[in-house]
C-alpha cells in the first residue's frame, strides 16, 4: 500500500473551528477527486503550535465542555480556558467527523503538538 501525504499544519495565530474544519476534511479524503464516504482514503494531518492558536469570541470564558460517568449526579463541567489545547482541538475536530465506523480510523492520523514537532517526530513524510 503507498504510503499517505502528510499535511501540516502551523496553528499560530488561526482560528480553531476553520482549522479544524481543513483537518477533518483532508482525514475523510474530501479533497481527492476519487472520494467515496464508504472508502477510507484520507491523508495524515500533522498540527502544531495549538497553544498559540486563535480563539474568537468569549468562548473562552462561556464554552463548557460536559463529561458524565454514568452515575447519577456527577455531570462534570469544564471550561474552554481549563482544558489543553490539543484536547479542544481534537474534540472539534471529532465532532466534525461523522459518527460511523471510520471515525477511529480517520482520528489515528491525527497528530497533534502543543508545541513545536518534537526532534523524533520532524521526519514526518
Known sequence: MPTRPTHK??????????????????????????????IENGDQVVVYNLIAMKITGRKLENKK?????GYLGNLKEKQLSQMPMDVVFYKAVRGMLPNNKL???WLRR???YVGDIPQRDKKLR
Open 103 to 105: 471515525r477511529p480510523i
Open 9 to 38: 499544519f502551523d496553528a499560530t495565530d488561526k482560528v480553531l473551528g476553520r482549522l479544524a474544519v481543513d483537518a477533518a476534511n483532508l482525514l475523510r479524503g474530501k479533497n481527492k477527486p476519487d472520494y467515496t464516504p464508504n
Open 110 to 112: 491525527l497528530k497533534l
Open 65 to 69: 465542555y460536559y463529561s458524565h460517568s
